[in-house]
């Protein structure tokens, strides 16, 4: 089944492309659903953490003795308790980093690097006293001067953030520590010759600010260390097999001794990849002696855990008078926060992987500033230079009086047209999405004063990797699957839906459960648009092996060859026509030949990037500046959506949030580096009354690496709103507004400037 | 590796035999270990449950409206609650019977059987409401006339249980309905001739009461039942695939609607395997629509669970005057309780069955009461018999002047004679438990006055069945095995040390879960002394596959052909002796070949009979009739012992319950058919400082079925114990005394009277 070999189900189907009922919905709509803050276990204590009031300081000292003898304070903990660590890059799934960084992250040791970084905590037994405890903490801070600002941030005379990092991707390697982890580049023909000769050049500087993923639910875990030093971690999250791995690492225990249980998650969009709690709740509890549960507050979410990169981008684009185009130059620093992130890589492969184009030199940094370390966000480091590029292509399109659409359908990638990686593409489906994008009757819509719209392309890597997907039958031959795939945008409908089709029982036969690390083998993270196609891979490959595993049991039965028995509409037909059903060869399974179940794990190949093509028509107030999003619609290449009502969602949801990065959302801090904004209030997600409903149009063209021609969904929808809003702001204004985001300010500035 | 052809490992281990730290105790010890009372979910009620105060009565009407409008009352469900059900025998591993009397067990509907019988339930938002709740229930009773003795409830004038029970196994089918379920017979040679011709012939009647498991944690479990028909369960008992078999079948549901989750089990010992609260939070959570705990009371757990039968035996065995057995006729009646529990079989197995015997019948009775229906208990069915057996080889060796052992090695059962099913016997080992017994100190040590010595052998017949058992590796090569049985008596040590054996790596690395229904194939339940035999040949043979894996993955690493690579200690090694450690190719594995798991199902064929041979020392006060047990040792063929203090364990646990069989417990009942003595204070189960330490003798005959050697050790040592103490009082008393328990009334009559 992991093959590439273009054996797609040619259909029809009886489950894909249905939209049944969701089977966590009941659960989730009735409040049964346990997510973080609703698991408890018996004997529990409340965990609280001790985080830093400034941006930039050393600790000169703790002391923790008044917290601790405050009657209920059963441990504290600050970063003397960790391991030392040598330094080490480790890998779980989307999350990678050096192991000392993401033990930092966890509780600071001899610096604190950003306002809300953790620097104690404490276990009591109630949430009251633990907090009264985190007041009895003094801690002695020498402040030292601190940097928000990435381009000041790679100034020589900046304040440094870390002594040992020294760039990486330079020549010759630089002797001097910097904030600055990290450059990347990628070159291709003579990108200055081509703009030199190019008909027209799209120029431009563009920043965009720190923005957070705003999962509803903030995070929690509860951890029980035991002396014997075994645990067990309940948490929601993206992967639990990541924080097993992370929290393993950090505090040098063995994986086998952390059996991690995965509870239900309310939202994640890439900032639940990696750990910030588990360590601390697994040495209180530890300490302690009894199960600790630790849980964010808004503001700690804001402060303390992952955002988005801020970035600066320049570039320019050049175009021959029909629209070809012939060069481009793209400089970008991604603000990466206090830790290295990694963050420039994709930036390189997004920024231009939807066009060929012969000449091309990008040249990406990373930079490190007083602020929480980022982390990943729905196709991270795409948007970014997404919104650049779009923006550009836009005003070449009017410069050159081009169709917006008809110059990115002149340039589109095609099957069989170079990656940025240099490997061609395979069964991508851009062109299908632009011309679909044409096709809609809002690309030809009447607008009215002051309204304008706005179109961006783009796309997403996705992924594949390891899962593992685990099929059995009861004893009434009722389906159950297990993955190790939490279960965030719909994966246990979608899981279902394939099991059923491969089965051919009823969807409603087929239950799926989201199981803990030590009763599934490894799976990567939900993310990266990976878990329907790789997890889903899994599921199918293990319920085809159930299959077989029928047709022999049939055939036993029947005392004829197994190779004579068909396997058709969740039934064993023998030569005849006689026929099993799955419940009757199920009910005589487990005492003739044993319980019927297959396990399979696989890294899954074959994956294919993601397409979309975004429409957005805005109403500017010119009296205050406000944009009003008016109608908004999504075009992607979702492969073959499985169950189209998610697939509509995961469109829906990144074109809300990128909306958001355009208009409303950025990090604010004050002069002390504090963050200002660190709550929904002050923080400005759209909400519904923000929005119109989002149109969606999905494009079917199936990936032949999966059986069911399934591509990743979930993270190209939030790459091109944030230029698709721009564009629509300058079609209205006749302005272009490099600088997200587009608030009501900005715009009224630039309208009257 | 499911074959029988005895491949066994012939050693040296570096694991099997070795006695580590448990994997649980530390949790267990510092209370950690999560059981049934410990656990609650956000939102959930608490259950009650109402039960009769009549030992037998027809329900003419149930007002529940003063309850339900009690507030904080959110459900109340009575038997007419529960759907109705066509007559069908459900087997769900050890627990079987009509579905309809497996639902009235859970809740009466036209009538209630025993006092203590379920009648009504409520779920409030506290434990106190609920009882409040109880007392509002208004049962209209019409009481009928009840019975408790087997033999009274076997006359034509008995009160009826049942209108549609007729005894099976005899011919004519019977036209009337009646107390009697069932009649099993077995016959070979001439019993009634051979006994005329021996030389001696020891006659008996003999009785044994109504005893409980008296397991430390009384039933709990909390359900969960979601509008959308979807539920979850979560129990600590022998086996939740059981509960979720025999929940869906009571309920009408599908098994993949309910997820049963295992907590920890404080003991079963047979007692278990069924389900009595399941149905009923389900019934209650559908209403309330929020989860809902049960728990039974200590009293709850005497009157409505599952006791062992009673009994009445009668026999007569001769013998030739060389000790050898010629003959045997026994009849015996099993008082089974409420309702049919096929407890006879194993009675009709059990009783001669450790003796070559060419003239023997056999006829059994089962017997229903107005008492709790029976369950199992250790060895179901086989102390009875076995107490009447050999307390009168016992009197034949008296009379004959031959000593005990040496009478029982003269007519023992070795490999290859027949077994009372007609098949031969594998590799057992009675007779060298009997020759290990007289090499015993203990066999020669010297008494005092009113001092007494018996002896008694016995077997269980154990057996295999469907397991399932994962194997895997986290990312760091430590291994992680999952299994469907619930630890009990120590399969998360055995587990891991057979699996830490076959894969080579040290025990510490090797960590157990128990899987819930949805996370594992199916497994039987953890009873028939059958989980270390059948599930452990799951995780050996699942541990073999990983291993196959991991040589293709080393041979991968080293572009070599994978049957060139060896697997010993832990690590490949290739033909030029370079090594690749498990942790090594671990780490590559997810992201390379994809994750290294294995799941194997199998029906466990092989397993072999246990046998043991106890001897006791009493001392029998003749002023009070109290008896003492001065030193007791129990030998027994353990196959090979995986884990030895958890077997040792075993065979002390199960003597220490057979001692208070023998001299102490008993159901007792006023004339209203009311339990009497509902509770531990007035059910003397012997504590610690009732016993000597126990000795044991670990005789090792391994199976040839089983990798490691292994046989079922769990029941037989529960079978011998009636009669070595029976055996000693006679000898410290020269009384025999047949009717158990031998309480110091009883002792004081025989020896005054």
């Known amino acids: 089944m992991n093959d590439l070999s273009g054996k797609i189900a040619p259909g029809p189907f009886h489950h894909v492309g249905t939209r049944p009922v969701r089977p966590d919905g009941v659960e989730k709509v009735t409040g049964k659903a346990v997510f973080g803050p609703d698991f408890s276990v018996a004997g529990m204590l409340y965990g609280a953490i001790l985080r830093s009031p400034h941006a930039h300081a050393r600790i000169r000292g703790i002391d923790t003795r008044k917290a601790a003898a405050l009657p209920g304070v059963k441990a504290v903990v600050t970063g003397a308790d960790f391991p030392d660590l040598e330094s080490l890059t480790v890998s779980a799934g989307e999350s990678s980093g050096d192991i000392i960084h993401i033990s930092r992250t966890c509780m600071a040791h001899e610096k604190v690097l950003y306002d809300g970084h953790a620097v104690a905590a404490v276990a009591a037994t109630s949430a009251r006293i633990a907090q009264e405890a985190l007041a009895l903490i003094a801690v002695d801070y020498e402040v030292l001067p601190h940097v928000l600002d990435p381009e000041a941030a790679m100034r020589d005379d900046a304040p440094l953030l870390h002594d040992g990092i020294f760039t990486k991707g330079i020549e010759p390697a630089p002797e001097r520590p910097s904030n600055v982890p990290m450059k990347v580049a990628l070159a291709r023909g003579d990108a200055a010759a081509a703009l030199a000769g190019a008909a027209a050049v799209a120029a431009g500087r563009y920043t965009t600010e720190f923005v957070h993923q705003g999962y509803i639910e903030p995070h929690v875990c509860v951890a029980s260390w035991n002396a014997d030093g075994q645990a067990q971690i309940w948490a929601s999250s993206q992967g639990h097999f990541s924080i097993r791995a992370l929290t393993a690492s950090v505090l040098g225990m063995a994986q086998a001794d952390i059996r991690v249980h995965p509870l239900e998650i309310g939202g994640g969009f890439g900032g639940k990849t990696g750990i910030y709690l588990e360590p601390v709740a697994m040495l209180l509890s530890r300490k302690a002696g009894r199960p600790v549960r630790l849980a964010m507050s808004r503001g700690e979410v804001f402060r303390a855990t992952g955002p988005a990169p801020g970035a600066v981008i320049e570039l320019r ?37 939807h066009y060929r184009l012969a000449n091309a030199r990008i040249t990406g940094w990373e930079v490190l500033t007083n602020r929480p370390a980022v982390k990943a966000y729905r196709a991270p480091g795409a948007p970014q230079v997404n919104f650049a590029v779009e923006s ?21 990638v095609i099957p069989g047209d170079a990656q940025p990686t240099g490997v061609p593409f395979g069964q991508i489906g851009y062109v299908e999405c632009l011309e679909a994008a044409r096709a809609h009757p809002h690309w030809s819509a009447p607008l009215g004063p002051n309204q304008g719209r706005g179109l961006a392309g783009g796309l997403w890597r996705s992924h594949g990797g ?70 889903g891979k899994a599921v199918i490959e293990a319920a085809e092996q159930v299959i077989a595993t029928l047709r022999q049991r049939a055939a036993a039965m029947w005392n004829v060859a197994a190779d004579t028995v068909e396997w058709r509409d969740g039934t064993a037909i023998r030569a005849d026509g006689e026929r099993l059903s799955i419940g009757q060869i199920a009910a005589k399974a487990a005492f003739s030949g044993g319980p019927i179940a297959a396990s399979v794990g696989l890294n899954a190949a074959g994956y294919l990037p993601g397409f979309a093509v975004h429409i957005c028509d805005v109403e500017v107030d010119p009296e205050t500046g406000h944009v009003g999003v008016l109608r908004y619609t999504a075009v992607q290449d979702v492969g073959r959506a499985i169950h189209p009502a998610y697939v509509e969602g995961q469109l829906q949801g990144g074109a809300a949030q990128g909306i958001g990065w355009a208009l409303n959302e950025a990090y604010a801090y004050d002069a002390q580096g504090r963050m200002e904004n660190a709550g929904f209030l002050d923080y400005r997600m759209p909400v519904a009354s923000d ?19 399934v591509k990743g969904v979930g993270e190209a929808p939030i790459v091109p709103p944030l230029a698709a809003v721009a564009n629509a702001v300058r079609a209205a204004t006749g302005k272009r507004l490099p600088d997200l985001p587009l608030t009501p300010d900005r715009v009224h500035a630039a309208v009257h400037g």
Do not use: W
Request: with cysteine; aromatic share 4%; glycine share 14%.
């Open 317 to 353: 684009i050049g175009a021959a008078a029909d629209g070809t185009l012939v060069g481009a130059e793209i400089d970008f620093i991604y603000n990466a926060g206090a830790y290295p992130g990694n963050t420039a890589h994709s930036g390189l492969i997004c920024a231009l992987g």
């Open 392 to 412: 550009a292509l836009d005003d070449l399109a009017t410069q050159l009086g081009i169709d917006p659409i008809a110059l990115r359908l002149k340039n589109a």
């Open 466 to 535: 390891p899962s593992t997907g685990e099929v059995g039958l009861a004893e009434d031959g009722t389906g159950l699957v297990a993955a190790g795939s939490p279960d965030i945008g719909g994966s246990r409908a979608s899981m279902a839906i394939m099991a059923a089709e491969t089965l051919g029982v009823p969807y409603e036969q087929v239950r799926v459960t989201i199981a803990d690390t030590h009763s599934i083998g490894y799976s990567m993270v939900t993310g990266g648009s990976r878990t329907t196609f790789a997890t």
């Open 691 to 709: 929005l119109p409903m989002i149109d969606t149009v999905m494009v079917e063209v199936p990936n032949p690496a999966h059986p069911y021609g």
